[in-house]
């Protein structure tokens, strides 16, 4: 069974490769290329979520944390494209815009892989506890 936070980890990483590649294309097949690359690894975020939820809160938790998943969500998306622009009017290139969007991609593959090894560890340590002799 393939775990979906790990997929997702390596979807988010993908993903900053992606974003950071863009400004860097010179042809339209190979920006077509990785756009669709992008778009299959960010959709397989975006599915994985619920499910990478429920292994991360529980089922009993899943409404209120993907609520608050699409809360910052949302305000990433609002918050994001001004930010954007302002530091296309402050450098006049996109490139700069392109990588702070990257690193930040990278920043939350960086940071759902610790998830997932604090996942892994917390699963390890109760399996011991409950194997432990009365």
């Known amino acids: 069974r ?3 936070l790990c997929l997702c980890s390596t979807s988010l990483v993908m993903s900053s490769v992606c ?7 010179q042809t339209y097949e190979l920006y077509m290329a990785v756009a669709v690359i992008f778009g299959l690894v960010v959709a397989s975020y975006i599915a994985l979520t619920s499910i ?26 609002i918050v994001g494209p001004p ?3 302002a530091v296309y009017e402050a450098t006049q290139s996109y490139l700069y815009s392109f990588l702070i969007s990257a690193a930040f ?14 996942l892994k560890r917390e699963i ?7 194997k432990r002799p009365v």
């Not at 991609?105 to 604090?118: D, E, R, V």
């Not at 390890?124 to 409950?130: A, G, H, Q, V, Y």
């Open 52 to 77: 990478m939820l429920v292994d991360l809160v529980g089922i009993e938790n899943l409404t209120t944390s993907f609520g608050v998943v699409t809360m910052f969500r949302g305000a990433a998306a």
């Open 124 to 130: 390890k340590s109760i399996n011991e506890f409950t």
């Open 19 to 25: 974003v950071a590649v863009f400004p860097l294309i």
């Open 83 to 85: 930010i954007g622009g």
């Open 105 to 118: 991609f990278m920043i939350s593959g960086i940071l759902s892989f610790a998830a997932l090894i604090m």
């Open 2 to 4: 393939s775990d979906p």
